[in-house]
């Protein structure tokens, strides 16, 4: 933990500010739900939290189950990273940035079909991925993540009508379980 060298001071409701400069290094932007952590007695822990990061264990199955039944490459991301995925060297993808088009996507609230000559980057490093659709996570009118399949395999074949399905099956679980 390093000082910032900010000193903030509570109001009569309990409330202080976050400062701009932390805001933007942290990306927490208005809206955002941040999680508390006491520690040492003395300590506030502030996170940024992600449903679906609670749901890690279920996003692993649930990508498992689609990358077998589909053949194609599947990532559960939340509205910053990749938080599980499947598919012949995706692991190395588990933890990484996912891009602007992708945070796009996640905020309009509405499936997009990939066009193969569209230039759509999915990572914010300059990964060659070639998704082919990329549907998001919709809970109680809260965008919290996306699945997308992709392939580096084959870039002109698209997702077929049953694939689709069981995609929107598999978020619309995902979306049950936390609005339990």
């Not at 509205?79 to 060297?89: F, R, S, Y």
């Not at 945070?103 to 193969?116: D, P």
């Not at 392939?151 to 069981?166: I, T």
């Amino acid at each position: 933990m390093h000082s910032t060298g900010i000193i903030k001071k509570v109001d009569n409701l309990g409330r202080i500010v976050l400062p701009k400069e932390i805001r933007k290094k942290l990306k927490i932007r208005e809206n955002d739900e941040l999680e508390m952590f006491i520690e040492n007695e003395d300590t506030i822990l502030l996170k940024k939290y992600s449903a679906m990061r609670d749901l890690k264990k279920d996003c692993m199955i649930y990508s498992e189950l689609l990358h077998r039944e589909t053949g194609f490459k599947v990532l559960f991301t939340d509205n910053e990273k990749i938080i599980a995925c499947k598919g012949k060297n995706t692991a190395l993808l588990n933890g990484e940035e996912i891009s602007e088009d992708v945070i796009e996507v996640i905020n309009g609230r509405m499936a997009y079909s990939v066009n193969t000559a569209t230039n759509f980057k999915v990572l914010k490093t300059d990964e060659n991925l070639y998704p082919k659709v990329i549907v998001p996570i919709i809970v109680e009118s809260k965008t919290i993540g996306s699945v997308i399949l992709f392939s580096d395999d084959e870039p002109r074949r698209g997702v077929k009508d049953k694939e689709y399905d069981l995609l929107r099956f598999v978020v619309s679980l995902i979306a049950m379980k936390l609005e339990i």
